[in-house]
């Protein structure tokens, strides 16, 4: 735990400049946690002999995200082109005696999909009006969801939540997780519309209900990445980062809140 908090300290004293500022800033920091991600995304299924495309997948992910957040206009032709030259790279594999081919081709575009379109939600976020604001209130309610989850689990969880994907999730956890995440969310929306620039913007119940939304389903992206270490028989995805593991590790549940978060901005708020 104190080498969890040490590090989170200073990952936020990286972090906070970027969030504040924006642009390019912002625009490296969660690219390095995004590409470092995909290639970490990469050698867990190469543990298990499978055979994405290293280059293309992180490559991708980087043209993704560099075409969302500068060239918005050439998003979606930057995605598809990627995912055309992945099936074109394993086709030449198959040819050339690569048997599972396919599969392999599957997991290099679920990559681009995942940590690159929907990673790039990050992106997105920042660059609404006041973004730097709310992102301080969707990706801190993920924070204080995972951590009251982790909090209560640890000490009173006895119910196994999804013993084969994280044994050591528990419904105690999961309830923490919904309750601190709605208690998070209203708290955040009362401190910046008192002290910030979201005044009028959102009511407390609004920041509640995100806060619940994303306390109940953000999960799911700690889940999802546990399915895929659980699958290649690696316990974190790297060590690069002390007392977290490493980035795809702190990006998991980040993906889910990042997109929900969003959506929920535009379609009910702005």
């Given at each position: 735990?104190?080498?969890r ?13 970027a ?162 995440g ?26 509640a ?37 490493g ?24």
């Amino acid at each position: 735990m104190r080498r969890r908090l040490i590090t989170a300290l200073g990952l936020a004293l990286i972090g906070m400049p970027a969030i504040i500022l924006g642009g390019i800033l912002y625009f490296l920091l969660m690219g390095t946690f995004l590409i470092g991600a995909a290639w970490e995304y990469v050698h867990l299924f190469r543990a298990v002999k499978f055979e994405p495309q290293m280059q293309i997948t992180v490559g991708g992910v980087a043209l993704v995200l560099i075409a969302r957040m500068f060239f918005s206009e050439y998003a979606m032709p930057v995605f598809a082109a990627t995912i055309l030259v992945a099936l074109a790279y394993h086709l030449y594999a198959y040819e050339r005696g690569r048997d599972h081919a396919a599969l392999d081709f599957g997991i290099t575009v679920a990559g681009l999909v995942y940590i690159g379109w929907i990673g790039a939600y990050l992106l997105d976020i920042r660059n609404l009006p006041e973004g730097g604001w709310w992102f301080m209130l969707v990706l801190p309610s993920v924070w204080l969801a995972d951590s009251g989850a982790y909090s209560i689990g640890r000490a009173y969880g006895n119910h196994k939540m999804a013993p084969r994907l994280s044994p050591k999730k528990s419904w105690e956890g999961y309830a923490a997780s919904v309750f601190t995440g709605m208690i998070g969310g209203a708290f955040l929306v009362y401190a910046y519309s008192a002290y910030g620039n979201l005044a009028g913007d959102i009511t407390i119940w609004q920041g509640a209900l995100l806060g619940l939304i994303l306390g109940a389903l953000s999960p799911l992206g700690d889940l999802g990445e546990s399915m895929f270490k659980r699958q290649s028989g690696i316990k974190d995805s790297s060590d690069i980062i002390p007392g977290h593991g490493g980035f795809f590790d702190r990006v998991d549940s980040w993906l889910w809140g990042a997109v929900i978060g969003y959506y929920f901005l535009v379609w009910f708020i702005l």
